[in-house]
Nanobody, 118 residues
């Protein structure tokens, strides 16, 4: 059974930090590119950051570059998102995504709420 479980969300003040985790099981984690997406109320889900299967390549949305860092530990089947200098516009539900090609497989977590407010 495939599971992706996000944790680490919460309420923080602007300028604060959070570290999200995505613990996975039931699939070959090290064979999948992993991503964080987010969806704010009334908006479409957007890609925040992606990391390659081996962890050597990471890409970020322009809105989070320099503030967020994606990482993964293939020994622990877990992905992380370190979020610093948080802004109110970072408020959203954050989702963990796993994707591979050949054959195409894609999995989603249930999401974790991040709220930035004073």
């Amino acid at each position: 059974q495939v599971q992706l479980v996000e944790s680490g969300g919460g309420l923080v003040q602007p300028g604060g930090s959070l570290r999200l985790s995505c613990a996975t099981s039931g699939f070959s984690f090290s064979s999948y590119a992993m991503s964080w997406y987010r969806q704010a109320p009334g908006k479409e889900r957007e890609l925040v950051a992606r990391i390659s299967s081996a962890g050597g390549t990471a890409n970020y949305a322009d809105s989070v570059k320099g503030r967020f860092t994606i990482s993964r530990d293939n020994a622990k089947n877990t992905m992380y998102l370190q979020m610093n200098s948080l802004k109110p516009e970072d408020t959203a539900v954050y989702y963990c995504n796993a994707r591979r090609t050949l054959p195409v497989r894609e999995y989603w977590g249930q999401g974790t709420q991040v709220t930035i407010s004073s």
